[in-house]
């Protein structure tokens, strides 16, 4: 199944998709989290579009869409701009997976339009005060204190050596791990003006606890079905950010895998299985 590579105009900035799959077949907006892109989706669209619509867009300021100096880098806009995308191609009911940055960007999707999300599938997409792990604590800092000196703290988390190690961190065998997938992170990072992006986006991730508990409550409310399918060994956002689900969501089914915080990189297959199984249970 070929996938198109299509770019719009959302809001004055250009926006990069993916799609591939049948317009007409169950969608599924993939939504990706830092510091990669669409490109993440890559094999995962190749395995599911056969029975599925697949969407996967680039936030402004990732991927191949824009990052113009003058948008406002929240996870509002990420939303709207995500949002926008979908009311254009005209997705209008549709599952959602959320990996890391995806969570806080397709959480503000449901809340806005309980009635389009058909299912959740939450790979390493936290919801949950218990997943925030102590990788968090400097940029908890930053949110207390959004100081120059805060921030210049946190610019490590954006070289080589921090991405590598998001990629390879909790995986058994990082040979397993294709080293040209944070090459294509790392070089995007590097571009003028994108280590002020990224700074940006860790400050206003502090917006995203305090609304845990509304999104909680449209857990326990619209009772979407949700797959928490995790790497037990990311360091990011733990496994207890998985399991956190079961207590709004009883019937969420949970799954950790034996891998760190990209479970694609190297449990793809397992996981593709996984979703498929799930997709399929969805009811209109």
Request: hydrophobic share 40%; net charge negative.
């Amino acid at each position: 199944m070929s996938i198109r590579h299509r770019t719009v105009e959302i809001d004055g900035v250009d926006v990069f998709y993916r799609e591939a799959g049948d317009p007409s077949a169950p969608a599924l907006v993939l939504l990706h989290g830092f510091p990669t892109s669409s490109i993440a989706y890559q094999g995962l669209i190749r395995e599911l579009a056969g029975e599925f619509h697949l969407i996967a867009p680039d936030y402004p300021g990732f991927g191949h869409s824009a990052a113009p100096e003058d948008f406002t880098y929240t996870f509002d806009r990420l939303a709207d701009v995500v949002d926008a995308l979908l009311d254009r191609i005209g997705v209008t009911r549709y599952a959602i997976y959320v990996h890391d940055y995806g969570a806080p960007v397709g959480f503000r999707l449901a809340l806005r339009h309980p009635e389009r999300i058909t299912g959740i599938v939450s790979q390493n997409g936290n919801a949950y005060e218990e997943g925030l792990t102590p990788f968090w604590d400097p940029i908890r800092k930053y949110w207390a204190d959004p100081s120059k000196e805060h921030g210049d703290a946190l610019r490590g988390l954006l070289t080589r050596q921090a991405t590598h190690w998001q990629y390879t961190h909790g995986v058994p065998d990082a040979e397993l791990v294709d080293p040209s997938l944070e090459l294509h992170d790392q070089t995007l990072l590097d571009r003028p003006g994108n280590q002020e992006i990224q700074l940006a986006l860790f400050l206003d991730y502090g917006t995203n606890p305090p609304q845990y508990p509304a999104w909680q409550e449209y857990l326990r409310t619209h009772r979407p079905p949700l797959l928490a399918l995790w790497g037990r060994g990311d360091e990011i956002f733990g496994p207890d950010g998985a399991r956190a689900y079961a207590r709004d969501l009883p019937d969420a089914r949970i799954q950790l895998l034996d891998a760190g915080h990209f479970p694609l990189t190297t449990r793809l297959e397992q996981s593709a299985a996984l979703i498929r199984d799930f997709l399929r249970g969805l009811s209109d």
